[in-house]
């Protein structure tokens, strides 16, 4: 019995791995092909590199501004964070510890807009930002994010809010605290498991995005996004496709380190996210 | 501090805490949606100063005229069905196989999650790179008809491409999901399955599968919403051909608004999307939940 179960393990655990490697093929095939050079793409795309071809990266880099773009990405992302982070929580916990109907009122509201598909409303939203003067920068892109990651992260929060007990903030309030000052000072700190949840999966979705930067920051090379200058790139050296396999190598590395460094966190906050969400 | 201006106080605070979030959340997708509902009973190409009020028009058009809309509408209800099923069927697969005692478990499991975390405009290009230059080296190697076919070109094929790509693309993700759900069934049940002498696909259908209830109502319902959207993976692959073999909803919303300029009847259909994705996200819930066993 033990002995046969030893041996259905051995043929799972060989079989899994032979899915896992077909599995991750096209990615390994991307990066490989971002080291070759342009006749050894087209003559054979699973032959490994003869040589490592850096001459793709120095080329591609300099053609796609990458550190400019890299920097539009962390700005875009560090404001979107900041503000969802900030306006959620304290959103959050204010419509938790004071219940009344206009506390319910106002929570309703803020999550509803998880039912309205983005698509309902991006041919709108384009003119609405371009007079709020949001559309075409960077930073203006950033705060639009705030907008569209406030409802689900105040949805996580809300709910995280009432595992914790009322009577830590309320003697902080009693002892003369103010609300502000409660807030930041004891409640803050213990939403932090929480936080890293929201961070986690604004940080892969506004990084990430597409749809949104198109409509918003596709106009100028200099307020361009990773993905977004990965897919004009793409499109204009699609034959070349040594240098397309490199820009798209460069786009997806920060996400790929990022995942690697954070991965514990990122499963768990990709769970809690949809289980909660 | 008397009575009633404590209590004005207390209501200010609670206005500047939650104003900022229902501020930002009503100008970014309450105005635009309500802008959405004007401009759908209106004719607009963006140029002309004012939108002509022409009622419910633009509706009647999607439905009689021979629009792109019906047939988007039919592949992507096709697509998310076939999507449902796919990634579903396959990451509750990979996750019984994962929670087992694997020593490798741990490393494929990221493995498997990695194509999530990449960009899915990335994750187009590298699939029509592979459909389209990596299958005929393939195909010289291993001399499989399957590799000399054309995945992208063809319109039956090119369907199953996206559905295989999107797919491929978010099954980690469901997997990682369903381990959760596995990984929260009470050990004790599933030995005393055993001690009754249950046989491994016995226990899988009555017992496992069942518990997993939650896990499954939950993605279910987001690989429903996910791919009723789906558009990047599309605009990458295939821009919705050939010959409209892959043409989605988004797809048809976004060409209708941005490249023609009917900012008026791309309204229109970006409200019945609505209205579509909230009904089938409705239904779905209410038929799945009611499935569902507690513990």
């Known amino acids: 019995m033990m002995k046969k179960q030893r041996t259905g393990i051995i043929i799972l655990e060989t079989l899994m791995i032979l899915v896992g490697i077909f599995f991750i093929y096209p990615v390994f095939l991307m990066f490989m092909n971002s080291f070759k050079t342009f006749g050894e793409v087209v003559s054979n795309v699973i032959a490994l590199p003869k040589s490592l071809e850096i001459a793709n990266y120095i080329t ?137 949840t929201v961070i986690v999966l604004n940080v892969m979705w506004i990084w990430n995005d597409f749809l949104l930067p198109l409509l918003m920051v596709n106009r100028s090379p200099d307020t361009k996004t990773l993905v977004l200058s990965a897919y004009t790139f793409v499109g204009q050296f699609n034959t070349q496709w040594h240098y397309a396999m490199t820009a798209m190598v460069l786009a997806v590395l920060p996400s790929i380190i990022f995942f690697i460094l954070l991965q514990r966190y990122i499963v768990e906050g990709v769970v809690a996210g949809a289980v909660k969400g | 501090m008397n009575m009633a201006k404590r209590s004005l106080t207390r209501d200010i605070e609670t206005t500047l805490f939650a104003l900022p979030a229902v501020i930002l959340v009503s100008l970014m997708i ?110 010289e190697l ?69 518990l997993l209830g939650s896990s499954i109502t939950t993605c279910v319902l987001l690989s429903l919403i996910n791919s009723l959207k789906v558009f990047d993976i599309i605009l990458a692959l295939t821009k919705g051909g050939p010959g409209g073999a892959t043409y989605s909803v988004t797809l048809d919303i976004y060409r209708e608004a941005f490249q023609n300029n009917n900012y008026g009847f791309g309204s229109a259909k970006s409200l019945m999307f609505f209205v579509l994705v909230l009904l089938l996200t409705q239904i779905v819930l209410r038929g799945f939940s009611r499935k569902e066993v507690e513990l």
């Open chain 1, 60 to 196: 591609v880099i300099e053609k796609m501004n990458y550190p400019r773009l890299f920097l539009n990405n962390l700005v875009i992302t560090s404001i979107g964070i900041f503000g969802i982070v900030l306006f959620s929580s304290t959103a959050a916990y204010i419509l938790d510890r004071r219940r009344s109907k206009y506390t319910r009122f106002m929570y309703v509201l803020i999550i509803t807009p998880m039912l309205i598909p983005f698509q309902t409303i991006m041919i709108t939203l384009l003119k609405t930002m371009s007079s709020l003067g949001l559309s075409g920068s960077v930073w203006g892109l950033g705060i639009q994010y705030w907008g569209f990651g406030i409802p689900m992260a105040t949805f996580i929060f809300f709910n995280f809010m009432r595992t914790i007990p009322k009577d830590i903030d309320e003697s902080a309030l009693i002892d003369g605290a103010s609300t502000i000052r409660t807030f930041f000072s004891i409640i803050l700190p213990l939403l932090k498991t929480v936080t890293v």
């Open chain 2, 30 to 139: 309450y105005l635009p949606f309500l802008l959405s509902g004007y401009y759908s009973l209106t004719e607009w190409n963006g140029i002309d100063k004012e939108p002509v009020f022409i009622g419910l028009a633009n509706f009647k058009r999607l439905f009689t005229g021979g629009d792109s809309f019906i047939s988007s509408l039919v592949f992507t209800m096709k697509f998310t069905v076939l999507s449902m099923i796919l990634v579903n069927v396959a990451a509750i697969a990979l996750a019984v196989a994962l929670v087992k005692k694997l020593r490798s478990a741990n490393v494929l499991r990221s493995l498997f999650f990695i194509p999530y975390i990449i960009s899915m405009t990335i994750v187009g290009f590298i699939w029509k790179f592979i459909f389209s230059q990596g299958f005929d080296n393939l195909y």
């Open chain 2, 142 to 210: 291993t001399q499989l008809g399957f590799f000399d076919l054309s995945w992208l070109g063809d319109p039956n094929l090119a369907f199953y491409s996206v559905v295989f790509v999107g797919s491929w693309q978010s099954v980690g993700f469901y997997m990682v999901l369903y381990i959760a759900g596995l990984q929260s069934i009470p050990g004790e049940i599933m030995e005393a399955a055993l001690v009754e002498g249950a046989g491994a696909w016995t226990k899988f259908f009555r017992i496992t599968l069942p």
